[in-house]
């Protein structure tokens, strides 16, 4: 099995070091109303606030997304160049999808200075624009410094927090396309852009990192439904085939490390034991199209417990990354638990699922897949 790309690695060291929720509120009955097709632009920019200024950064030009192997889905990496001179933090961002028919999500990846021209030179080497990256940013030095799902405004934090941008960075912005509405089929391009919040210099600020909290995903084929695919290990061939043998490999690990092994069923959660003393400003949750709920909790069953993140009923297009008032402390001895619910029922009933065959869902990167995240936004406890 070839090495997990290193995000996966970072998010399996998230298995061993984060974590948040408690029980899911119980699931509202099947239909359809919040899993539609995403639409809508990005709102105008929040004004820059002091020291801060905004720039936007395009794709060098339009990509006509090509899904590999058969499969519907393309992650696409392209590298921007901010020029911004001088070393500084990235206070915000906001991504500015061009199609919103294709783009599933975006993340935003940071590229230090000594791995500049080694990023090029891929770049460059790689027929096309940009390249294929499943999984991560495709180089081993990028780090997650922002992202966007459906729903996903731009969040403002304090001015006085913001990741590390020094000067000669550059950007990686992965695209995850979705071509279910054609087949897989290439057709439609984008040039989507991202219009980033900056602020110079350094002094008083304290820097920020993103933390991912998973859960497996392990849901079998409705009652009454068959077909090949409802077969476990034909399921997980199939993802490997579309995605990469590092996808599968994931799955296998989360099972593993959270569960002891697959235990099919609708709910899945996994606790996640905090390494280091860190201050959590923000939470967000990502499923895709057969999430139910997700929550996120702080010591579930404890004296003080806190739920950081409680959504009981998921909307695809509401991915929205939520601010903590007050931001929430997490120590060593602490425990982040994460659960989601996901409902098999509803490929049956959503447009853009109900015409493929059943399946036994895994974690997967494709649209058609699934995936029980969270994403934290921290900063050094103070």
């Known amino acids: 099995m070839p090495p997990l790309p290193r995000i996966l690695r970072t998010a399996v060291a998230a298995l061993v070091a984060a974590g948040t929720v408690a029980a899911c509120s119980p699931a509202p009955a099947p239909d359809t109303t919040a899993h539609g097709t995403h639409a809508g ?97 495709g180089l081993s030095d990028g780090v997650w410094v922002s992202s966007w799902a459906p729903g996903t405004t731009e969040t403002l934090l304090r001015p006085d927090l913001g990741y590390p941008m020094p000067e000669g960075s550059l950007l990686v912005l992965q695209v995850h396309y979705n071509l279910l509405a054609s087949g897989g089929r290439p057709g439609a391009s984008d040039r989507s852009a991202v219009r980033l919040r900056w602020k110079a210099g350094g002094a008083g600020m304290t820097p920020l990192s993103t933390t991912l909290l998973h859960a497996p995903v392990e849901l079998p084929c409705p009652a009454g439904a068959s077909g090949p695919l409802c077969d476990r290990a034909a399921a997980v061939a199939d993802v490997t ?74 909307d695809f297009d509401d991915q929205a990354i939520r601010p903590l008032d007050p931001p929430a402390t997490v120590r060593p001895g602490d425990t982040l638990r994460v659960t989601c619910t996901h409902d098999a029922q509803l490929r049956e009933r959503l447009p853009q699922l109900r015409d493929l065959p059943p399946r036994y869902v895994v974690w997967g990167e494709g649209t058609s897949d699934e995936m029980c995240l969270a994403l934290l936004t921290r900063s050094p406890a103070g």
Do not use: K
């Open 41 to 137: 632009s990005a709102p105008p920019a929040a004004p820059a606030r002091a020291g801060e200024r905004l720039t936007t950064v395009a794709m060098p030009a339009a990509y006509t997304p090509a899904a590999p192997e058969g499969g519907t889905d393309e992650y696409r990496c392209f590298l921007l160049d901010p020029g911004v001179a001088g070393d500084g933090y990235l206070t915000g961002a906001q991504f500015l999808p061009q199609n919103t028919d294709l783009v599933h999500h975006a993340i935003l990846f940071r590229i230090p200075a000594d791995g500049a021209e080694r990023a090029r030179a891929h770049d460059r080497d790689t027929p096309g624009d940009g390249w294929t990256c499943f999984g991560n940013a």
């Open 241 to 314: 085939r579309r995605t990469g043998g590092a996808t599968a490999g994931f799955a296998e690990m989360l099972g593993r490390l959270c569960t002891g092994g697959p235990r099919p069923g609708p709910e899945q959660s996994c606790d996640h034991p905090v390494r280091e003393a860190a201050t959590v400003h923000a939470v967000g949750g990502h499923m895709h199209l057969l999430g139910r709920s997700i929550t996120v909790e702080l010591n579930p069953g404890r004296p003080g417990a806190r739920t950081l993140l409680d959504i009981p009923r998921y």
